[in-house]
């Protein structure tokens, strides 16, 4: 069985251009398999489902989202919700997606399809709505579940592990305190643990914020394997951090410490974003945060199709 990777994205414009920049790239094939929570309905979502379309790629795509104003959006903006539903129609790639609530234990208790569906679990009595709505031998064609005991035990087939590797802290400089962090190890472990594959919420975190803000310090997250290839996470980070100004020149100071890592580094698969964060550096280009987080994500979902690819290959 192969491993897939199932990264959980929520659908802010820089994780849908990320997710659109690697499919038209072809940076990630059949090992890595996106997850849309989609918070807006509107162009930029639009152009990146139409990319999935065209290119045939699988991805899985939450119809009753946790956060944002997708769904209120999708009852008032006729025009788009018939753009989206024609594009699904279209998507042979398409998986559609659930998070396990009472109310989509009502809506899906009569659907003949539901086995083909993806169900998200994220609570400890997620398990109650599921074992309701899925009787004991039946099951949908993905579950994605968290690392516990009640779960493991219910589901047998078809199960993810879905966890929140990130670290996340309240300001970017606390990043200073530990540079380096063990991510997971998720990719070498979760077949032989009996998943067909793991997700989790890549750089970003599980965390939702409705409002961006403007940090004090700039963090750069860099994802890499250690000698044993184990997934570590490196955090790189500005070192003027007394105010909130010049935020290009905060970029610059932690693109400079990446840089340096590079070098002691040589042997690090250089990545499509990783690259671009090179580009920065030898053209003095400061592109704006939103696309330093684009080019952590590009570089973290490339990195585990090579890596998933080069198993495959060796076995």
């Known amino acids: ?67 944002g104003n997708f769904l209120e959006q999708c009852s008032r903006d006729n025009a788009n919700k018939e753009k989206l539903d024609k594009i699904f129609s279209e998507s042979q790639g398409l998986i559609t997606a659930y998070l396990m609530n009472e109310d989509i234990v009502n809506k899906l208790s009569c659907n003949n399809d539901k086995g083909s569906l993806m169900i998200i679990n994220k609570e400890h009595d997620d398990i109650r709505l599921f074992t309701k709505l899925y009787g004991t031998n039946d099951e949908p064609k993905y579950t994605l579940i968290p690392d516990e005991r009640i779960f493991k035990r219910r589901i047998q087939h078809n199960k993810i592990l879905l966890e929140d590797y990130f670290k996340q802290e309240k300001r970017n400089a606390d990043y200073k305190k530990r540079e380096d962090d063990f991510f997971s190890s998720e990719h070498i472990d979760c077949i032989d643990d009996g998943y067909s594959g793991f997700s989790d919420y890549s750089i970003i975190g599980a965390g939702y914020n409705e409002s961006g803000f403007a940090p004090v310090a700039v ?30 020149g905060k970029f610059g100071e932690a693109l400079d410490h990446l840089v340096d890592w590079l070098d002691i580094h040589p042997d690090q698969f250089k990545t ?26 590009m570089h973290h979902l490339e990195l585990m199709e090579h890596f998933l690819k080069g198993r495959e290959a060796c076995k």
Do not use: W
């Open 1 to 67: 069985m192969n491993t897939i990777y199932y990264p959980y994205l929520r659908g802010r414009q820089f994780e849908l251009i990320a997710l659109r920049e690697l499919v038209q790239k072809k940076l990630i094939g059949s090992h890595v398999i996106p997850i849309i929570e989609p918070i807006k309905l509107g162009a930029p979502l639009l152009k990146t489902v139409e990319v999935f379309k065209n290119a045939n790629k699988k991805y899985a795509f939450i119809q009753n989202p946790e956060y």
């Open 219 to 248: 963090a750069i997250h860099i994802v890499y394997f250690d000698e044993k290839s184990n997934l570590r996470i490196h955090h790189f980070v500005s070192d003027s951090n007394a105010d909130f100004h010049d935020p290009a």
């Open 272 to 297: 499509y974003g990783l690259q671009q964060f090179l580009k920065c550096k030898e053209k003095g280009n400061y592109p704006g945060l939103g696309t330093v987080k684009k080019y952590s994500i």
